[in-house]
T-cell receptor
Framework: GQQLNQSPQSMFIQEGEDVSMNCTSS?????WLWYKQDPGEGPVLLIA?????ELTSNGRLTAQFGITRKDSFLNISASIPSDVGIYFC?????????????FGKGTKLSVKP | NAGVTQTPKFRVLKTGQSMTLLCAQD?????MYWYRQDPGMGLRLIHY???????AKGEVPDGYNVSRLKKQNFLLGLESAAPSQTSVYFC?????????????FGSGTRLTVV
């Protein structure tokens, strides 16, 4: 089945630093999504990308849909303590009635205050 | 807006016991999903439903059953709980158009089987 490789698995950063994480797949996706999960909560959608090459920002977050449609990147600028959590990428192939999201295994972000 | 509500939030079961997890959404979404989340494994799809009265298997369906008798509710059942089913369970929903914008998740049910 389709799989997403998300890296890094975890990272510690100093407050104020920029963060980068990425997701790659052997399969093509029509849509890439990035979620954040706070401790004890469900994932919440941060950014959705619909076109190859698309670059979208949401505040300090910027995500890109790779040209090959097999990868995506998420950058967080000037990290702050509330950025702590697990970030998931997800790829979606719609068409048919299912439209299942395939999730990466997550990047756990910890910030040193 | 309540969004997606899961009950209970926590539960401890003994091996062999049964239970049902309830998911309710108030967004009139057609699609609903059950995932489990285990450390280092990400989110894995257990079962899903594309409409009232229909269900289908996901990636890890064994040991679980589901029912979608009403559009707003999606039940996940464990007939005979096993320690391997200790996990955090998330329900999610999406509409046909909203599917392109991803899913809305509940806050999870933490299940421990001893």
């Amino acid at each position: 089945g389709q799989q997403l490789n998300q890296s890094p698995q975890s990272m510690f950063i100093q407050e104020g630093e920029d963060v980068s994480m990425n997701c790659t797949s052997s399969s093509i996706f029509n849509t890439w999504l990035w979620y954040k999960q706070d401790p004890g909560e469900g994932p919440v959608l941060l950014i959705a990308l619909y076109k190859a090459g698309e670059l979208t920002s949401n505040g300090r977050l910027t995500a890109q849909f790779g040209i090959t449609r097999k990868d995506s990147f998420l950058n967080i600028s000037a990290s702050i303590p509330s950025d702590v959590g697990i970030y998931f990428c997800a790829g979606l192939n719609y068409g048919g009635s299912q439209g299942n999201l395939i999730f990466g295994k997550g990047t756990k972000l910890s910030v040193k205050p | 807006n309540a969004g997606v509500t899961q009950t209970p939030k926590f539960r401890v079961l003994k091996t062999g016991q049964s239970m049902t997890l309830l998911c309710a959404q108030d967004m009139n979404h057609e699609y609903m999903y059950w995932y489990r989340q285990d450390p280092g494994m990400g989110l894995r799809l257990i079962h899903y439903s594309v409409g009232e009265g229909t269900t289908a298997k996901g990636e890890v369906p064994d040991g679980y059953n589901v029912s979608r008798l009403k559009k707003q509710n999606f039940l996940l059942g464990l007939e005979s709980a096993a320690p391997s089913q200790t996990s955090v369970y998330f329900c999610a929903s999406s509409g046909r158009q909203g599917m392109l914008r991803g899913y809305t998740f509940g806050s999870g049910t933490r299940l421990t089987v001893v």
